[in-house]
């Protein structure tokens, strides 16, 4: 539905239908104007709902708890625009290579819950002994 086709009143009153913005300009302008803020708003919220998906596969990285902080120099090499977010697997793609503990920075959130995947790179190597 269009801002023009809203109905100005909800019902219909002595049995006719309810006027529409084509009918009134002023109205018309004012239902478009809320029609813009509400879809500006509801532009802001899918961004921010989006705002943990993994820009090159589409996964929610906070849902699969694959949420994380590596170095600025590790994170710019694999994603030279900074911004947005990747899972594991698609980090480690970019790089060439398998993440090691050294990649990440000490920060209270990767204590968990986390994915298997991720807790595997925050392990410290065993020794073999």
Same mark, same amino acid.
């Given at each position: 539905m269009t801002a023009s086709q809203l109905p100005? %009143?909800? =019902?219909?009153? =002595? =049995?006719? $239908?309810? %006027? $529409? @913005? &084509?009918? *009134?300009p002023k109205l018309r302008s004012a239902q478009l104007t809320l029609f813009g803020e509400l879809e500006t708003e509801?532009?802001?919220? #899918?961004?921010?709902?989006? %705002?943990?998906?993994? #820009? !090159?596969? &589409?996964? !929610?990285? #906070? @849902?699969?708890r694959e949420y994380y902080v590596v170095h600025d120099e590790l994170w710019k090499r694999a994603n030279p625009v900074i911004e947005g977010m990747l899972c594991i697997g698609c980090l480690e793609r970019r790089l060439g290579r398998r993440l090691q503990l050294e990649d990440f920075r &000490?920060? %209270?959130? *990767?204590r968990g819950?986390?994915?298997?995947r991720l807790e595997m790179r925050l392990r410290r190597p065993s020794s073999g002994r």
């Open positions: 100005i %009143a909800s =019902g219909v009153s =002595g =049995g006719r $239908t309810p %006027a $529409t @913005a &084509d009918h *009134h509801r532009a802001a919220r #899918l961004k921010e709902e989006r %705002a943990f998906h993994c #820009l !090159d596969c &589409d996964v !929610d990285t #906070l @849902a699969i &000490d920060v %209270a959130f *990767h819950p986390n994915s298997k």
